[in-house]
């Protein structure tokens, strides 16, 4: 399995409280995605990094900020949580490392409900 | 930009029925090619993947899909399902270029496997 954690794995908050998810890969690879799960869309990408400091846009990526300061973590805010962000977020991760470098690797995910 | 259909989005099978899940993708140049399984409650997990080379790919757990370039589609397929197999099936598709990887997923196939 690849060396990829998620936390929290479970959160509830209220509308328009900040949240902040985190990505930890121990696997050296260089690039990180954010993608968000629901019913009837598959996965969506939010935002993903190509290496330290180096983060761009998906498609989904209104109303979510991402960082990474250091290669193994990859965080993910919600500026101001809306019901429309309640979702399961996966984070995963490609490129390098002793995992095949042209698959992506899922983490466990993190079910967000925002009331 | 590349696009991926699953024409089934909920499929119910006996045991030990065979099973042919469809993929197709729209893009114009060359791919790489996924199925993700996930199982209930958990993340998704590589099932097979196609880069290059023989069209017919096997993967785990008996699992096998086969990439007809002319038809752009990627069909999953396992000669006899078991209940374990009950999941959600993503085909997924980026473009053979390296490095940052698109990847587009499909609407996923929720497979229901009846004892």
Redesign the interface.
């Known amino acids: 399995d690849a060396g990829i954690t998620q936390s929290p794995r479970h959160k509830v908050t209220e509308t328009g409280t900040p949240v902040t998810l985190r990505c930890h890969q121990t696997e050296n690879h260089r ?1 990180m995605y954010w993608y968000r799960q629901d019913p ?6 939010i935002h ?1 990094s ?1 290496g330290v400091k180096d983060t761009d846009k998906g498609e989904v990526s209104d109303g979510y900020s991402v960082s990474r300061s250091k290669t193994e973590d990859f965080l993910l805010t919600l500026e101001s949580a809306t019901s429309s962000q309640t979702s399961v977020y ?1 984070c995963a991760i ?2 390098g490392g002793r995992l ?10 993190t079910r967000l409900t925002v009331l | 930009a590349q696009s991926v259909s699953q024409h089934n989005h909920h499929v119910i099978l006996s045991e030990a029925a065979s099973l042919e899940l469809g993929c197709n993708y729209s893009y114009g140049g060359t791919v790489n090619l996924f199925w993700y399984v996930q199982y209930p409650g958990q993340h998704l997990q590589l099932l097979l993947k196609y880069f290059s080379g023989d069209p017919l790919v096997k993967g785990i757990k008996g699992f096998e899909a086969e990439f007809i370039k002319s038809k752009f589609s990627f069909n999953l397929r396992k000669p006899s399902v078991q209940w374990s197999d009950t999941a959600e099936y993503f085909c997924a598709v980026t473009p053979n270029s390296g490095g940052y990887q698109k990847v587009t997923f499909g609407t996923g196939t929720k497979l229901q496997v009846i004892p």
Not at chain 1, 40 to 45: A, C, K, S
Not at chain 1, 100 to 109: I, L, R, W
């Open positions: 690039y009837g869309h598959g996965l969506r990408l993903y190509y996966f490609s490129g095949s470098t042209d698959t992506q690797y899922f983490g466990p995910g």
